[in-house]
């Protein structure tokens, strides 16, 4: 009897920490698709540079991650629970590692990256030829072959990051359909909310490491190691800046490929937490199992399971909540540090740092207690619902209060000022030449802007009517300006003008309500997520979590960003020129209008998912949840198998396990 506990007690243990090494590994799966997530979504800004490409192809390549991924998911989460689902997530992390080592392959296969300015055109010319000079001659690109051109302006190296994107999103399918309903088949229904609370704790380190990578990365040059850093004559606050981007994708795809490693050790099953102890419970759950098999086979349930899906109203409800929020959101993280960039003057490091810093750290604290409480009080459904919708009520009308954090237009003379100063509340077309600079002769479309001495920024110092220079790269001083209409010898200096303490205070307010606005929000996640998982069957539970995913995906991750991308493009107000002529990326945007974009849309969207949110809990109010009735169809999966395994073992302690046909009657 002794050496029967003895094996009881070590099989338990084995069993547990089985369940903690899957947690474990899972969580890094967690933290590795989420490292690369938003290190992609902070690089965009420096895709679409590297590139010259509009921002609503950026969106569209952003969303071919979902692509990918929907491509799949159906498939993954209802066969992947018959094969076996830590192999099948180990290989999807190994996929991701592939989809990160494409991205960054452009960066290997082409030229280095030129951009646009006044200042380098001229460096084969005399000194000051790129300046204004009465009667002079129009500075122009030096004249290019025409092979040339067609290669410039229909390179397509923004493919391979399009398909490396789309293997990225295949590679993550199983991650998480399979881990979540792994974790829910083999843990305590009690302890499966800090599971989970403890698995979304990965998706903040993830994107806190991204971050902060992702930071690091955007201060390095694009080209560095091969070309000489002391003559650039931009810096990373400059939106024609470009940084190593592909740097990072490479560190993502080791990350991806060293995580996928442990899953291929881990059991295709286990026994219910807190099972482990009873051999006859034991015994009875593999019979189950056995029997479920035979009787379901592989493919049988898929119509039935899709059926019983689509006719639970909550679950529906809870997916069409989902679709408005993720619209949402997928819009404003992936266009967050866009939106500090124009609308604060930060640069793409410093705005991806600040995220990371503000956002995340409350997002996980969030996400920990959540599970916690959920745990601790054992809240029900009806409960989980309740909390989730009213906390994420209260961050909804916090986040009206970013309305009034703003700065306005940066002020460059003839695109959102006049040469006078005089502010434009309405852009009304390019008007960079003045009187003061007409005999100039000055180039119009090339952007390479500076500050002038009377805080205004101009396009080129020869907009400027700057006429002599003095230094070299980032410390060169222009002088002699006629539009700078100062006392003494008005000049000017490389790079946009300062916004001001104003505008730094405002960013201050932002980032604060965005830390208390993702503490509420991510408080109110996991019980949210609760409502999701046990408001479906056991055995439909891996395909319906299957399913939000791929509706998430095909109608908010895959349509969000390049929707919004045109409608930011919209807002654009000088692009950027490509050696040919053509227009690049854009330069400036209407600080405004971009912000009307970027706050209003998200708030319209959310505004709509309220109502059916609403009517989830009036339908939970009138539906039998369980512990109110133990007949009810529509109890949660997992407390009916753990009520019906209590009454196993009271009724049958001193009798031997059920044969098959009483399973069968009990099943």
């Keep these: 009897m002794g050496e029967t506990e003895k094996s009881i007690e070590t099989h338990r243990i084995r069993c547990l920490s089985k369940v903690k090494m899957f947690l474990l590994a899972l969580t890094c799966a967690y933290v590795s698709k989420t490292l690369s997530g938003s290190y992609m979504n902070s690089m965009l800004t420096q895709i679409e540079r590297q590139f010259n490409i509009p921002t609503s192809l950026v969106g569209f390549i952003n969303g071919s991650f979902e692509i990918g991924n929907l491509l799949l998911i159906i498939f993954v989460s209802y066969f992947g629970t018959k094969l076996h689902r830590p192999i099948m997530i180990g290989v999807g992390c190994a996929v991701m590692g592939l989809g990160c080592f494409l991205i960054s392959l452009p960066h290997f296969l082409m030229d280095r990256y ?54 990225r999103g295949m590679g993550e399918t199983p991650i998480m359909p399979l881990g979540i309903s792994y974790i829910e088949d083999f843990s305590k229904s009690e302890n499966s909310p800090l599971y989970i609370g403890v698995i979304e704790t990965g998706t903040i380190i993830g994107p806190l490491i991204g971050l902060l990578l992702a930071s690091f990365c955007a201060n390095i040059y694009v080209d560095t190691g091969s070309v000489n850093t002391d003559d650039l004559t931009i810096t990373p606050t400059d939106t024609r800046w470009v940084g190593a981007w592909w740097f990072g994708f490479l560190i993502c795809a080791g990350v991806n490929v060293l995580t996928a490693v442990p899953f291929f050790f881990l059991p295709k099953t286990l026994p219910k937490e807190g099972l482990e102890d009873n051999p006859d419970i034991i015994k009875e759950e593999k019979h189950r199992g056995e029997f479920k098999k035979e009787k379901q086979g592989i493919t049988k349930d898929f119509v039935p399971f899709m059926k019983s899906l689509s006719c639970n109203p909550i679950y529906m409800l809870f997916i069409l909540i989902s679709v408005l929020q993720f619209n949402a959101f997928v819009n404003m993280f992936s266009f967050m540090p866009k939106y500090l960039e124009q609308q604060y003057g930060k640069s793409t490091a410093e705005a991806i740092f600040l995220i990371g810093i503000y956002n995340l750290p409350p997002i ?100 400027a009517g700057c006429e002599t220079s003095v230094g070299t790269g980032l410390s060169m001083v222009f002088r002699n ?59 439909e539970k891996s395909l319906g979590v299957g399913v939000h995913t791929f509706c998430t995906r095909i109608f908010a991750g895959i349509p969000a960003p390049i929707y919004f991308g045109a409608l930011v493009d919209s807002t654009c107000l000088h692009w950027g020129t490509l050696k040919c002529g053509k227009p690049g990326a854009c330069r400036i945007y209407d600080a405004t209008n971009f ?29 039998h949840l369980p512990g109110e009735n133990d007949s009810a169809g529509t109890e949660l999966a997992d407390t009916k198998v753990i009520e019906k395994e209590n009454e196993c073992k009271d009724g049958h302690k001193n009798s031997k396990v059920l044969n098959d046909e009483e399973l069968k009657t009990k099943l």
């Design 364 to 463: 996980c604290i969030g996400y920990i207690l959540g599970g916690l409480i959920m745990k601790k009080f054992k809240i029900t459904v009806k409960q989980a619902a309740h909390v989730a919708c009213w906390l994420s009520l209260l961050e909804y009308l916090l986040y009206f209060l970013s309305f009034l954090m703003t700065c306005k237009n940066s002020p460059v003379a003839g695109i959102t000022t006049s040469y006078e100063g005089i502010h434009q509340d309405v852009y009304v077309g390019n008007k960079v030449i003045a009187d003061c600079n007409k005999v100039c002769n000055c180039p119009t479309k090339i952007w390479d802007p500076v500050c002038g001495d009377n805080g205004l920024s101009y396009m080129s110092a020869c907009l």
């Design 481 to 539: 300006c006629s539009c700078i209409q100062t006392p003494g010898n008005a000049s000017a200096v490389l790079g946009l003008c300062y916004k001001g303490y104003d505008c730094s205070l405002m960013l201050q307010y932002f980032l604060i309500l965005s830390t208390v606005s993702s503490f509420i929000y991510s408080l109110a996640a996991i019980p949210g997520y609760m409502v999701l998982l046990r408001c479906i069957k056991a055995e």
């Design 595 to 623: 912000r009307h974009i970027y706050l209003g849309l998200p708030a319209g969207l959310r505004a709509v998912s309220y109502f059916p949110a609403f009517l989830t809990l009036i339908l939970l109010r009138k539906r």
């Design 114 to 167: 030129e951009y646009e300015s006044t200042v380098s055109l001229s460096s084969n010319m005399s000194s000051n030829s790129f300046l204004c000079t009465e009667n002079g001659t129009e500075i122009s690109r030096p004249t290019q072959d025409p092979a040339a051109c067609v290669k410039e302006v229909k390179s397509f190296m923004w493919v391979y990051v399009l398909v490396g994107n789309i293997i």
